[in-house]
């Protein structure tokens, strides 16, 4: 990184992320952004959330409360395919006319017309996620630390995929408003709501814990239930009435941390908090999590000696009238990823 930079000075024009002059080689965390968001089915917008969060970096202050050094470590925005942005916005009034027909009930009416169309958005997805895992050990290779910033919640598969062909195993923290837990939502293999139901095909993730949890259906509800030992969900109804009759906060986040293995990968669905922080999300919920309280949890994790071994933030979106209220917040989650994951 430049030795002239002043790190109290403002962002300057064509700067990297969070206005740091550094290159690629000379940066300790790769934050790789993820276009795409062909399943999303109530508000759309996720696919800029990266550019989004882009802009809004340029404004956050660089002395981080808990990693003040943050900073010197380095963090790059690598580059979304520009082929695959065209395949994404190719195949995204296809995901839009199947849902579309879904809504309206009228997709039975043209079953080889949408058997189609499901075909070419899950090999579109193939595509991408085949595109992701060899980027990601890319930047594995070099020592890097690598998050994903979506996008839609189907986008860090690619990342568990390549974390089971290393054999690691690993726990996942999940904070969201939804199990994603689905079985191929609406027909999509590769939905935003199933990126659970996906990765837990792999043996070599051995827990997964939910945090924020406050919008699921009855099959979620189950199977959670069906694996007692693998999936521990802390519902954000439970949360609330444990802290409203006394309980700590700090006491609930010690269960979470104990039912975590060594290894753990973090996913970050903005809408696990409060939507007054995001209201453009994709999928908002009422309740949630507020800011300081996802913060606590993640540096507890920190703290409790677990080896983050990869991590992603999903679901972010650019407000329709141009506002950056939700750049903003997720900006700064991502800073805040990038101080726990970098052990700071």
Avoid at 37 to 63: F, H, K, W
Avoid at 99 to 104: D, F, P, T, V
Avoid at 218 to 231: V, Y
Avoid at 295 to 302: A, C, K, S, T
Wanted: proline share 5%; aromatic share 10%; glycine share 8%.
């Amino acid at each position: 990184m430049e030795n002239t930079f002043d790190p109290n000075a403002a962002a300057v024009a064509d700067s990297g992320i969070y206005g740091l002059p550094c290159t690629a080689e000379e940066a300790q965390i790769i934050i790789i952004p993820v276009e795409w968001e062909l399943t999303t089915s109530y508000n759309r917008g996720t696919v800029d959330g990266p550019a989004t969060i882009m802009e809004a970096s340029l404004q956050v202050d660089l002395c981080h409360h808990d990693y003040p050094n943050l900073w010197q470590k380095g963090i790059w925005m690598d580059e979304f395919p520009k082929e695959l942005r065209k395949l994404h916005d190719e195949m995204a009034p296809l995901s839009e006319d199947i849902i579309n027909a879904l809504y309206e009930g009228t997709i039975d009416e043209e079953p080889e017309k949408y058997a189609e169309l499901y075909a070419r958005i899950e090999a579109a997805t193939e595509k991408k996620n085949a595109w992701l895992r060899e980027r990601i050990a890319y930047w594995k290779a070099q020592g890097k630390v690598v998050g994903l910033l979506g996008g839609d919640h189907s986008c860090p598969l690619a990342y568990h995929q390549y974390l089971n062909k290393q054999g690691v195993e690993y726990g996942i923290l999940h904070a969201d408003a939804h199990c994603d837990l689905r079985e191929a939502f609406e027909g999509f293999k590769y939905s935003h709501a199933s990126i659970f139901y996906n990765t837990l095909k792999f043996n070599n993730v051995k827990k997964l814990v939910q945090v924020g949890i406050r919008d699921y259906c009855h099959q979620e509800k189950a199977l959670a239930e069906s694996q007692p030992n693998r999936i521990k969900v802390f519902f954000d109804r439970d949360c609330r009435r444990h802290i409203y009759e006394g309980g700590k906060w700090k006491d609930l986040v010690d269960e979470m941390i104990a039912a975590l293995p060594d290894k753990v990968y973090l996913s970050i669905d903005i809408d696990a908090l409060d939507p007054k922080l995001c209201p453009n999300t994709g999928t908002p919920v009422p309740g949630g999590l507020e800011y300081e309280e996802l913060m606590y949890l993640l540096n507890r994790i920190l703290e409790a000696g677990k080896d983050i071994i990869g991590f992603d933030l999903c679901e972010v979106s650019p407000s329709p009238d141009g506002g950056d209220w939700d750049g903003n917040v997720g900006a700064r989650v991502l800073f805040h990823l990038c101080g726990v994951a970098a052990k700071d």
